[in-house]
């Protein structure tokens, strides 16, 4: 297969990693110097040369990125440990969990407060100054100079959040919601869950919702509650350089993953007020891993947030025992008794779901700070002539409309276009939803949808941090009511055709259309409206809406993916990749460490450039190269850096014993950043010592046959045996032959799944005469995909 080279950001544009040595990956590429006698040799094709660049093409996959380690390493200091931990300790263990899912919850809530509030205060002095701006020249003359002003505060406030987006922290870009999917999925987002990330993401999604674009604050809400419970789980600080001392057993993949899916609930239910669509978002969207115990403590820290938010929200407006902000958007209740539906409505809702697929959003690479200010310009202007050229004016009764622009409507009315522009995007949504009827003129939403709808289209892929959940949710909720006026109309002003109702729905079509969210966004959208009895009706518009989307083109989020070229696993294999084998998809030939190896030789395998191997095949050492070499365990790149970095060697291959007993304390203190191969210093006497390996080897890979089919799942052998216990790699087998090393993984599973699995582990006995000849690792799965034509398969590109 033919290799390819491309350059990938998540922002859009090139960006080299200045503080950060470049991703350990899974040995995809293959190493030319092998030795013949520990690895079976294997014939290959000759890799192409890897060309400088090429643009962006979702037909690609990418090498830059790597696989988490979701699977513990069972090796002998893991057990040691494990035999450690008696009663009390493991309660201490389940109880510090419980607290970090509470702190999770108060600082997420937090968080959402400190961006609602900021963002009420400057778009309110924004829009005041606009606002007086424009009354006084609509007297005068001379509007022009208030659409310059706005134009200019727009696109000022819009340059600052993309700037430090663009050149602080370019993952800090969009939403964050694919980052944080494909983080729970086991790839590693270089960044993702940084400090730094965290307080660009916050900053700049306060300067895109202040600089009026096309964005909400809700989406990266998420991402932020990611970013908070993988720092909170650590108990230390790497940006900063602190560590408390605390939370050191959870310094691994698996614990902090668990976290990491709890924090993005909680975002959720900080962003809508929804606890339970919080904890359903995780698992329907986010989370590819899954277990009981989780449920619980995802669902405290959901209710955690909401509460804080809720708590403090309503204090700051004035109503400290109210309660009445649950989250950062309240879409207001709708009263069942006067908004009911009737069973003849239920056809007009599948139909609004299929409308709310045919409107999706494109994806525009490499976005400078440039751009976002014209866009933000653009916006500005669009707005003010739309709300210029319309003559729709709506008397004004009492408070009902926050900032009023009369232009030239009479004494007493303001310009019902403006309600829509000049605000927030979240107060035009609930003006939308409860207006009450003839407070929108047909044409003025008409106009409002497509407009907004192409500035969104254009703002969506800045280089600025922003959500598409508000904007979706007010384009559906504008054209749902339009929809809901013209069935007025056409049934002579019949009681049950409401508009705000339609609206509601049409919001529902709407977001369900992009992001593909069933479950999760109709409890979202129930719990924000505090009504139950809408949701027959969300729901059937949501599987419209899923359904018809699918059969086009994938979500939002998933094509947000595929066009960063990242190795995503699905919940399961293409289901026409039942021929193919083990072999066929492997890499060969595979670099093995013996048992007791020298150091040089492990430091030479670690500095080779032309690999990126991630994982490494244990084999027994025989002095007779005649002899077979047979399988041992297997060994990740992780743990030679720490051994090599606290020198434990021995100074001749006949002692057994090493200089310094090293304790998983040890690997849990470089977790996450493992110091690079370069900024390890040996010398040249050092390396000629040996590293004994057994201790720190995983000694019981997992296995399967030989014949095992490649990507589907056979019963008891398959992807879905090795997804329930979410590891790494997994040895393929034959008598006498290792075929390959598989990763996969893990869907949803429940704990009677993964005792079966691990008594199906336990039972593996290898064989002293196994031998390596192949590695498959996430990259050589995920290169398969279903497409128009059948099973297609992706090239892997370089970076």
């Known amino acids: 297969m033919a290799n390819v080279a491309k350059k990938v950001s998540w922002s859009g544009r090139d960006r080299d990693e200045e503080d950060e040595p470049p991703a350990a990956g899974e040995a995809t590429p293959v190493l030319a110097d092998l030795t013949p006698d520990l690895c079976l040799p294997q014939e290959t094709e000759a890799t192409n040369q890897f060309p400088s660049e090429i643009p962006h093409n979702e037909k690609l996959l990418s090498l830059k990125y790597e696989s988490l380690d979701y699977d513990n390493c069972e090796n002998q200091l893991f057990l040691e440990e494990e035999r450690r931990i008696n009663h009390t300790a493991f309660r201490t263990v389940e109880i510090k969990r419980w607290v970090i899912c509470a702190m999770i919850g108060i600082l997420t809530g937090l968080v959402a407060c400190f961006i609602d509030i900021v963002v009420e205060k400057l778009a309110g002095l924004k829009f005041r100054v606009v606002k007086d701006n424009i009354d006084k020249f609509t007297e005068k003359g001379g509007l022009s100079f208030s659409l310059l002003l706005w134009a200019i505060l727009n696109s000022s406030v819009v340059m600052i959040g993309s700037v430090i987006v663009a050149f602080i922290e370019p993952v800090a870009a969009g939403s964050g919601i694919p980052q944080i999917k494909c983080y729970l999925n086991g790839v590693k987002i270089p960044h993702v869950v940084r400090l730094k990330t965290l307080m660009i993401k916050v900053c700049g999604v306060i300067l895109s919702v202040v600089g009026g674009l096309a964005v909400g604050k809700e989406g990266p809400m998420i991402h932020s509650g990611a970013v908070i419970a993988a720092g909170i789980s650590q108990g230390r600080s790497t940006s900063l350089k602190r560590d408390f001392k605390i939370f050191e057993y959870f310094r691994r993949d698996t614990e902090k993953r668990d976290f990491v899916s709890a924090g993005a609930a909680a975002g959720v239910s900080a962003a809508f007020g929804a606890p339970v669509g919080g904890v359903l978002f995780s698992l329907e969207e986010g989370a590819s891993f899954w277990n009981q115990f989780l449920t619980w403590r995802i669902f405290f820290a959901s209710m955690i947030s909401t509460f804080t938010l809720n708590s403090i929200l309503s204090f700051y407006h004035g109503n400290p025992w109210d309660l009445s902000s649950p989250g950062l958007i309240n879409f207001g209740r709708f009263d069942s008794e006067k908004l009911g539906y009737t069973f003849q409505e239920i056809p007009i809702f599948i139909v609004m779901g299929v409308v709310g697929k045919l409107s999706l959003y494109i994806h525009r690479p490499c976005l400078q700070v440039i751009e976002a200010m014209l866009v933000a310009a653009v916006t500005a202007a669009v707005g003010f002539v739309m709300i210029y050229c319309s003559s729709d004016c709506q008397p004004l009764q009492g408070d009902s409309v926050a900032y009023p622009l009369q232009l030239f409507c009479a004494d007493g009315e303001y310009n019902s276009m403006a309600t829509a522009f000049f605000n927030t995007p979240e107060k035009s949504v609930v003006s939308l939803f409860h207006n009450p009827p003839g407070s929108y003129n047909p044409m003025t939403l008409g106009m409002f949808t497509l407009m907004y709808f192409f500035l969104a289209c254009w703002t969506y892929g800045l280089t600025v941090s922003a959500g598409v959940f508000i904007p979706s949710l007010l384009i559906g909720a504008a054209w749902g009511r339009l929809f809901g006026i013209s069935l007025a109309y056409l049934t002579s002003g019949a009681i049950w055709a409401d508009p705000g109702k339609y609206a509601l729905m049409g919001a529902a079509a709407q977001l369900g259309g992009i992001v593909r969210m069933t479950l999760s966004l109709t409890v979202i959208m129930m719990e924000a409206t505090g009504n139950v009895t809408y949701g027959f009706p969300i729901m059937l518009a949501l599987m419209t809406a899923k359904i018809v989307g699918d059969y086009f083109v994938e979500g939002l989020y998933d094509m947000h993916i595929q066009l960063q070229s990242v190795p995503f696993l699905h919940w399961e294999a293409p289901v026409t990749s039942h021929s193919l084998t083990a072999r066929e ?215």
Not at 590 to 614: A, F, M, P, W, Y
């Open 585 to 799: 998809v492997m890499s060969a030939p595979v670099t093995c460490l013996r048992r007791t190896e020298k150091v040089g030789t492990v430091v030479d395998i670690l500095s080779d450039t032309s690999s990126n191997h991630n994982g490494f095949p244990v084999v027994e050492s025989s002095p007779d190269p005649t002899q077979v070499a047979g399988l041992r365990g297997l060994i990740l790149r992780s743990q030679l850096i720490v051994l090599l970095k606290h020198k434990v060697f021995v100074e001749r291959a006949n002692l057994t014993l090493v200089q310094r007993r090293l304790k998983l304390k040890d690997f849990r203190d470089a977790y996450p950043r493992f110091p690079p191969i370069q900024s390890i210093h040996v010398s040249q006497d050092e390396r000629e010592c040996m590293m004994d390996l057994t201790e720190f080897m995983n000694p019981s890979p997992y296995t399967v046959p030989q014949v095992w089919l490649g990507l589907q799942a056979v019963p008891g052998t398959g992807p879905a045996w090795l997804a329930a216990l979410g590891q790494r790699n997994t040895l393929v087998s034959s008598p006498g032959f290792i075929w390959g090393s598989w990763l996969w993984q893990s869907p949803i599973t429940t704990d009677t799944h993964a005792e079966v699995s691990c008594a199906g582990r336990s039972s593996v006995s290898l064989p002293p005469s196994l031998q390596v000849v192949g590695l498959v690792t996430r990259k050589d799965l995920a290169r398969y995909r279903l497409g128009k034509e059948g099973l297609e398969e992706l090239s892997l590109a370089q970076t």
